[in-house]
């Protein structure tokens, strides 16, 4: 198979269609920045509400850790009969699947915050919610970043696999590929599809962490 | 940066268990209930409903059902050890190297692996080598390699250096202290990856399917394709189990494996 | 220690006050009473786990008491609105607690912004209150609790909790963390403090020496924060109440009264070149000193000088132990 393949055709079969590509890769991006939208503001809405709750946060990290042990494309499929396929299902699915770093994280940040800190700031006189806000937030900020920052690689990972239920995204490529086994230029699809997918994760990565370094305090950058 | 961000990514998402000792929590009991809630609940809808009709009827019965679930666990099972026989020692060797270049070479490499999709890897193998159980098993252990991989590497790492100094002071050889020492002190961490691997490989062996490479995928995917939500289900929720199981076995096993007293 | 004349504090009251915690048979704190007057320190002295830490934490209720009343000023503490409460306590913990993520004029404006105070009013505080902890604002008014040491940060955090000038302050080993030396200087630094704005202080701490150097008024507190002895360090020292007190003043209790003396209040002998061939003393130097010079010397006595430097007097060791009231011979028991 790899005997009839020539790398250099790469380049050319991606100016052929740069269109398509880079429609497909703004879906993509799209779809992740949706659904971390989403997971987002449930997630660290979540983590704000149980972090000092033993039972309610176990239950919440363990049922969205049950959500991440689920196989996304099982997750995906279960989704079908009640939202039919394309955006809707993917962007559910996602955004499930990206709640378990981001709880996970926002919870353990905010109970890291030193005791001492907690105590002076109770003992000055600021009420829980305001310590919560503006104590306890601004400190736990970079491991919440974290959290986002894994659950984007997580959505962007498992969004490839939501063109199986005509989801958006470069997955369309790499299912292009295979069903074109043994056609000249299904590797190319499959490798394109593949290397922007890998490409975006990582710029979203480069991004967060610039966005860490320039929304941390000074005073708590390590 | 780029150490930091493996670090963070892999302590985030592979953390051992870190119960502290207590056997019985809410997860280990939940999960099996959820499983055995959702089979009962699974089987109640399919009863019910009454007959399959023919195209269900193919894969709605018990052999098939169960051809594809040990199909499903034997690639899952046999790609999670091969993971571990390959990966552990990688990481023994990785951590002992004093170069910064090769660490920071595995971190990147490790930081690139996590970013690409596994169907990705799955297909681009397939285009390459052929579709079929081996290249499904290739795919599994290259893609599960990685938590298995970066926990064995911080698992040694976190070993606090001042035992180890007195392990060498006692006279112990390096091959001693690491199997006596570091390797049982790092051992939560490395299971810890260990696990993750395994839902990883359930996970992917899911879309092994697309490669012929048989499993639960094919259940779901004929449902797809074949319009089937009955059968759909039945794959879905059968292979979130086998999910689950897994986890829960695996948690089982950390914490068995465990040494007392860490 | 010399009261301050103008005092911004309140009175506090405690009556019967008591903690006991669900899950253990013996109270932390049992029937606690005490009355503070406004403007003085009061030193809670005694071992861990004696509950003096416990008690204190009541007054502003970070520890809710079981039973028992507290009033500041005649106002019960436990009716009012805890929040509101705490925004009129100065409160600072062994820990310190500074807030990491705010810089040092951040950290110092918390609770005045609390209260709404306005921008300039803040920022002029903030740099008044740096000044009198003696860290330059110019240098430390952006700066990071991180990049301080932790002597620097233990004043910024007296500063903190002086910032919207309340009239009580609550303060648990505040010099604790840090070493000998620092310690020494921020004690001074401390009562030269108190001394200018004589708030009602409630100063917890499990060294002895520093309660005598400090306070006004001294509670040394057995288990459950019984109340062994409450009065001045002199009268402590003088007339321990029982063995308990005895072993907390530990060895050379007269010396340590001694420190509590100056020359200037002493009456001195006649000056005379004799006498001063030992050397001389000033006049606000505690007799503590005086002794100390004259043993390290020899002979019997030692010149007194006034602030200008001339020779006003001189001392005798009699005369130094006239001023305790003790024989001579009884020192260092």
Not at chain 1, 12 to 35: A, K, N, P
Not at chain 2, 107 to 121: C, D, E, K, L, M
Not at chain 2, 189 to 200: D, E, K, Q, S
Request: aromatic letters at 6%; one cysteine or more; a neutral charge.
């Amino acid at each position: 198979m790899l005997g009839k393949y020539d790398l250099s055709t790469i380049w050319q079969f991606m100016l052929d269609r740069v269109e398509e590509i880079t429609e497909l890769t703004l879906e993509h991006i799209g779809v992740v920045l949706l659904s971390l939208a989403f997971a987002s503001i449930i997630g660290v809405g979540i983590g704000l509400l149980v972090w000092n709750k033993p039972i309610s946060r176990s239950f919440a990290v363990a049922s969205t850790g049950v959500i991440l042990t689920v196989p996304s494309m099982a997750l995906l499929a279960m989704m079908i009969p009640v939202f039919g396929l394309g955006w809707v299902p993917t962007v559910i699915a996602l955004s499930l699947y990206s709640l378990l770093p981001i709880v996970r994280n926002t919870v353990v940040g905010l109970r890291e915050v030193s005791p001492a800190v907690m105590e002076s700031a109770t003992g000055m006189g600021m009420s829980k919610f305001r310590v919560l806000m503006q104590i306890q937030f601004p400190i736990a900020w970079p491991v919440i970043l974290t959290g986002l920052r894994v659950a984007t690689q997580l959505a962007v990972g498992i969004a490839a696999i939501a063109a199986y239920v005509a989801g958006p995204g470069l997955g369309e490529y790499i299912f292009k590929g295979l069903s074109m086994l043994g056609a000249i230029h299904a590797l190319n699809f499959a490798l394109v599809g593949t290397l922007l997918i890998v490409l975006i994760a990582l710029t979203f990565d480069a991004i967060f962490i610039l966005i860490t370094r320039y929304t941390t305090s000074k005073g708590i950058r390590a | 940066m780029s150490i930091q961000a493996a670090q963070d990514v892999s302590t985030s998402y592979s953390q051992p268990s870190g119960r502290k000792g207590k056997f019985f929590t809410a997860k280990r009991i939940g999960t099996p209930i959820l499983i055995v809630v959702a089979l009962s609940a699974l089987l109640l809808f399919l009863y019910t409903r009454g007959e399959p009709d023919s195209i269900e009827g193919f894969a709605l019965n018990w052999e098939y059902q169960l051809a594809r679930i040990d199909e499903h666990i034997r690639i899952s099972i046999t790609a999670a050890l091969l993971v571990a026989a390959i990966a552990i020692p990688l990481g023994i060797i990785a951590s002992r190297t004093k170069s910064r270049f090769v660490r920071g070479f595995i971190t990147s490499f490790a930081n690139v692996g996590q970013a690409t999709p596994a169907i990705g890897v799955i297909i681009l193998l397939a285009l390459i080598i052929g579709i079929g159980w081996t290249t499904a098993i290739i795919a599994l252990v290259l893609y599960g390699m990685l938590p298995v991989l970066r926990n064995t590497m911080a698992g040694l790492a976190q070993v606090d250096p001042f035992v180890v100094e007195s392990a060498k002071g006692m006279g112990m050889t390096p091959l001693q202290i690491l199997f006596r020492i570091e390797l049982p002190l790092a051992v939560p961490v490395i299971l810890a990856g260990f696990r993750t691997t395994l839902v990883f490989s359930v996970g992917v062996a899911t879309i092994a399917t697309f490669i012929n490479a048989g499993g639960l995928g094919e259940t779901i995917v004929v449902g797809l394709k074949l319009s089937r939500p009955a059968v759909l289900l039945t794959g879905a929720v059968v292979v979130s189990c086998i999910a689950l199981l897994m986890d829960w076995l695996a948690g089982l096993i950390e914490d068995v494996l465990r040494p007392k007293g860490v | 220690m010399p009261k301050s004349n103008n005092t911004s504090g309140a009175s506090i009251e405690l009556l019967n006050v008591t903690k006991q915690y669900p899950n253990q048979d013996q109270a932390a704190v049992e029937n606690f009473s005490m009355k503070i007057n406004p403007g003085e320190l009061i030193m809670l002295v005694g071992p861990s786990g004696c509950g003096k830490t416990t008690t204190m934490k009541m007054i502003n209720r970070i520890i809710e008491p079981t039973s028992g009343s507290i009033t500041i000023d005649g106002e019960d503490v436990l009716s009012l609105d805890q929040n509101t409460l705490r925004r009129r306590i100065g409160y600072v913990i062994q820990q310190i607690g500074l807030f990491p993520h705010m810089t040092i004029a951040e950290n110092v404006s918390v609770v005045p912004k609390l209260l709404g105070w306005s921008k300039e009013k803040t920022a002029a505080r903030v740099e008044e209150l740096l000044s009198v902890v003696e860290l330059d604002p110019k240098t430390f008014l952006n700066r990071y609790p991180k990049q301080l040491s932790g002597g620097q940060q233990q004043r910024v955090g007296v500063a903190r909790a002086l910032a919207a000038d309340p009239p009580v302050m609550l303060m648990d080993e505040p010099f604790g963390a840090t070493d000998p030396i620092t310690r020494e200087k921020l004690q001074a630094e401390f009562l030269r403090l108190q001394e200018s704005i004589g708030k009602t202080i409630v100063f917890v701490t499990h060294d002895f020496d520093e309660a005598i150097k400090l306070g006004d008024r001294i509670a040394v507190l057995g288990p459950k924060s019984k109340i062994e002895q409450f009065d001045t360090p002199a009268r402590i020292l003088a007339n321990p109440a029982s063995e308990y007190v005895s072993s907390f003043i530990g060895e050379g209790a007269a010396l340590k009264r001694l420190a509590l003396l100056l020359v200037g209040n002493t009456k001195m002998g006649a000056a005379s070149k004799a006498n001063a061939k030992a050397g001389s003393v000033s006049v606000s130097d505690n007799l503590r000193e005086a002794l100390d010079r004259i043993v390290l010397a020899g002979g019997n006595t030692i010149g007194v000088q006034d602030a200008t430097g001339a020779t006003v007097g001189s001392l005798s060791i009699e005369q130094i132990s006239e001023a305790l009231g003790a024989d001579v011979s009884a020192l260092g028991k």
